[in-house]
């Protein structure tokens, strides 16, 4: 079986209520971080790292995101009338030329784990990436790149992983780690969300995966866990044993974009890089006071 990793699953039927009310109508996975939506980003790192099949697991409410991803012949005939070349490209957000667009519905928000699983027919008997757009990777080789070059050598299941502060593991899957080489940690088992107390380490998992497709039979018998929810950790504690497991150390600063902290922080550094060395430094400098 190749292990080249083609495919890409987008979770994004999730209600967004930490955002609320910005999220009433408009997909969390819609907000900007300067001047894309999340998911756009997300689309681009999984584009870097060679993903030519993009699933999206959205919600009817939610159809904003597969717009983003359609043709738009309003914006399309004006723009060429009017020879805009530069802005006709930004309309591709960020798709490669060969992609595939497949779109499945969760009906119902019951977890993580159920809304990969409802991308198991595009994913067949393939491995396949999952990409969490709310988390956000800044590095100049993207997350999911580092780890499909790390995948091809070691197969199984992957997980990025860094350590949280120890009064945060309530919000995460953590690792029971246990050998480590090279920014590989062996996973000898996982607990989702638990109370410092009770965590096996601060090693937490955050919104990148690699999965083998065994995950989606487990996962088909939908118990819940942590919150009442079907959680992806949980199916991947249950493979421990029959599929190698692992947790990668990636490269770079990593933005939870799920909270306003986060988001605010990912905008102020992605505008900061994106901006050129001149504006960067009168940028840095009215924020500053801001900061005080
Ligand atoms: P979150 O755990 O951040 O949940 O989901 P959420 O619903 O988006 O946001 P809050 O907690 O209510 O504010 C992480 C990712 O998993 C998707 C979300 O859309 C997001 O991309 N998700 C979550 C689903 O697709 N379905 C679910 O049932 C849960």
Not at 182 to 191: A, I, P, Q, Y
Request: aromatic fraction near 6%; hydrophobic fraction near 40%.
């Amino acid at each position: 079986m190749s292990n080249k990793i083609k495919t890409v699953v987008f979770p994004v039927a999730g209600m967004g209520t930490r955002f609320l009310p910005a999220t009433k109508a408009v997909p969390k996975e819609m907000l900007p971080v300067v001047d894309k939506p999340l998911i756009q980003w997300a689309v681009e790192e999984a584009a870097a790292a060679g993903c030519t099949r993009f699933v999206f697991v959205t919600s009817p409410e939610k159809d904003a995101i597969m717009s983003h991803f359609s043709d738009a012949p309003h914006y399309q005939d004006v723009l060429e009338a009017r020879g805009k070349t530069k802005e006709l490209a930004l309309l591709k957000a960020g798709l490669p030329e060969n992609a595939e667009i497949i779109k499945t519905y969760q009906d119902a928000p019951l977890g993580l784990g159920h809304a990969i699983w409802c991308a198991h027919e595009a994913t067949g008997d393939k491995p396949f990436a999952v990409i969490l757009p709310d988390d956000m990777v800044q590095h100049t080789t993207g997350c999911l790149a580092q780890m499909v070059a790390q995948y091809e050598k070691c197969g199984g299941n992957l997980v990025a992983v860094e350590n949280v502060p120890a009064n945060q593991t309530h919000r995460y899957g953590v690792l029971d780690p246990g050998a480590e080489a090279d920014g590989l940690v062996e996973v000898k088992g996982l607990v989702e969300k638990p109370a410092p107390e009770d965590a096996p380490s601060t090693l937490a998992i955050i919104g990148r995966y690699i999965l083998g497709p065994q995950i989606m039979d487990t996962l088909s018998t939908f118990k819940t866990g942590a919150g009442g929810e079907i959680q992806i950790t949980d199916a991947m504690a249950e493979l421990i044993g029959t599929v190698p497991m692992n947790g990668f150390r990636f490269d770079g600063t990593r933005f939870d974009c799920g909270n306003r902290d986060g988001f605010l922080e990912a905008n102020l550094a992605f505008s900061i890089a994106a901006a050129d060395a001149d504006s960067r430094d009168a940028l840095k400098q009215r924020l500053r006071p801001l900061l005080d």
